[in-house]
């Protein structure tokens, strides 16, 4: 990674990985030693459906840049059906943010299993570069709101 | 606006509309198919409406104004309220508007409601009227409404803001449906909508053997002049929420009272998290907040309680409007409500309570489904990633 620049804008990603895989990977990444961007706070929740619109907009609301949700495969959930449900609730979640043109792009899901370490280092470093181009999340500018 | 074929029955108007229906009413608990009815009846104090479940038909007769020119409290709320914990055996009929009916049903998908026992009366409703025209002119706001009905105008722009532009005015999930926008002004038409609504009406000695037709052409009529009505509602209101700095103008005098979230029907929970001591942060997070972009609003949470309330409810937000008769300062709350509405229940290809037999969008999944959305999940890079 480069040097921190006192300037250059680093954004607060918070993601919320499924403990079941997502989590899983995080770990195997680590352990593998694999470099992931430093901006994103992890938040293990026992499944991705578990991801009320209220926690993504309290952090929305609060300034994080960026939010990721990621959860197991379809197909692959601990609990049988629960990122299916996950899915849904994104889309509503997705279609409001859109309506609002409240900067949907902020908002990312991913499936990510557990023996894929590789792609979560992967989907965390691009999601960062992402929000790092769509630049602050322009709530943290107002002093109204 | 129908696929299948209803059928229905004709009784003469005599002495106005509403008495005309208090006589049909009143038949219906007479017979031993009812054992009661929940009807809008007007205070003593003649500037608004409560809903009465009636057991004397001397008191239907004499108290009930069936079709109400106001919506104090959605119908669904007070249906609610009698059969949060089952109906027993209590066989009720409640006259309700289109939109009472339409969160009738959403709230019965939601376990709110028990409908086993229940017979859901509707009728063409031209609209209701602004709660506060209603408490400012009694009088006048109750004829202007019976005007509405004799008229049988559908295009008023004395309606509240929602209704004027409301595509699901006629016929839903009701059992029983009073065909206001028939051309025959003479007879009240009733039309069947289920097994029970044809019990209903020969309890009350109507003859139900005749295809609605005209009324089905009249319906489908008005029905697209509200599509354009809507169409160009929404036009106006894109500009109102789009982007943040739009949508904190449009809610900025927002006083926090979440009288909307209590006058709507959907909203049930017991305590919604917008009221929970977990909705505040430590103090030392807001002076952080203060320093880094000169000075925040206190509370906090005034525009997050309405992004929140749309997240969580607008796939079963019946446009009843009735967030904004209730609100102190005049936020247009229902007119975003609806048109965020509109979308999220068209990405499920939803409509809030038009049908009863499905479950709401959240309650169910098909493995193979969001295609847009799935893609996303897939890949690693987003699409839009500008540094490629």
């Keep these: 990674m480069d040097k921190p620049n006192q300037n250059e804008f680093k954004p607060k990603i918070v993601g919320f990985l499924c403990n079941w895989c997502t989590y899983a990977a995080a770990d195997l990444a680590g352990s593998s030693k694999m470099e992931i961007d430093s901006a994103l706070t992890v938040i293990r929740v026992m499944c991705s459906s578990r991801v009320d619109p209220n926690l993504i907009l309290t952090i929305y609301f609060n300034g994080a840049d960026g939010i990721l949700i990621a959860g197991c495969h379809p197909g692959d959930c601990h609990y049988g059906k629960g990122n299916y449900f996950t899915r849904r609730r994104y889309a509503q979640m997705k279609q409001v943010f859109e309506t609002l043109n409240l900067d949907p792009g902020r908002l990312q899901l991913s499936w990510i299993s557990a023996a894929e370490g590789n792609r979560y280092a992967e989907v965390v470093n691009a999601f960062t570069e992402k929000i790092t181009a769509l630049g602050p999340n322009p709530i943290n500018q107002s002093s109204l709101f | ?388």
């Design chain 2, 1 to 388: 606006m129908s696929t299948d074929s209803k059928s229905g029955g004709r009784i003469p108007i005599e002495n106005g509309i509403e008495q005309t229906l208090r006589k049909v009413l009143k038949e219906s608990l007479k017979s031993d198919l009812i054992d009661a009815l929940l009807l809008p009846v007007k205070v003593p104090s003649g500037d608004s409406y409560a809903w009465i479940l009636m057991q004397d038909p001397a008191l239907v007769e004499e108290e009930a104004s069936p079709m109400a020119a106001v919506m104090p409290v959605q119908g669904a709320k007070a249906l609610k309220s009698l059969t949060r914990k089952g109906n027993g055996s209590l066989r009720v009929a409640a006259m309700m508007r289109p939109c009472e009916v339409r969160g009738t049903i959403e709230l019965s998908k939601l376990n709110q409601i028990n409908l086993d026992n229940v017979t859901l009366i509707s009728y063409d409703c031209p609209g209701a009227l602004p709660l506060s025209d209603m408490s400012d002119a009694p009088q006048d706001t109750e004829e202007a409404f019976m005007g509405l009905l004799s008229e049988r105008n559908f295009e008023s722009t004395a309606v509240k803001p929602v209704c004027q532009f409301c595509t699901e005015f006629s016929m839903g999930a009701a059992d029983v449906h009073i065909g206001m926008a028939d051309p025959d002004t003479s007879q009240l038409l009733l039309i069947s909508g289920s097994e029970k609504g044809t019990a209903f009406l020969s309890a009350t000695g109507l003859k139900v053997d005749e295809e609605p037709s005209a009324w089905e052409k009249q319906t489908d009529s008005i029905q697209k002049k509200r599509i354009q009505q809507m169409d160009k509602a929404f036009q106006t209101i894109q500009p109102m929420v789009e982007g943040f700095d739009n949508l904190a103008d449009t809610f900025s005098n927002c006083i926090g009272c979440h009288n909307c979230q209590s006058a709507c029907p959907i909203c049930y929970c017991r305590q919604c998290y917008s009221d929970s001591k977990e909705s505040s942060l430590e103090s030392a997070y807001y002076l952080d907040k203060a320093e880094k972009r000169g000075g925040i609003s206190l509370p906090h949470d005034r525009l997050m309680f309405h992004v929140g309330r749309l997240s969580h409810m607008s796939l079963s937000c019946v446009s009843c409007g009735q967030c904004t008769d209730a609100c102190p300062v005049s936020i247009p709350v229902a007119k975003v409500f609806s048109y965020v509405a509109a979308q999220t229940q068209q990405a499920f290809e939803y409509k809030a309570g038009k049908t009863a037999g499905e479950a709401i969008p959240l309650k169910e999944y098909k493995e193979d489904e969001l295609k847009k959305i799935h893609e996303m999940t897939k890949s690693a890079e987003s699409q839009e990633s500008p540094h490629e």
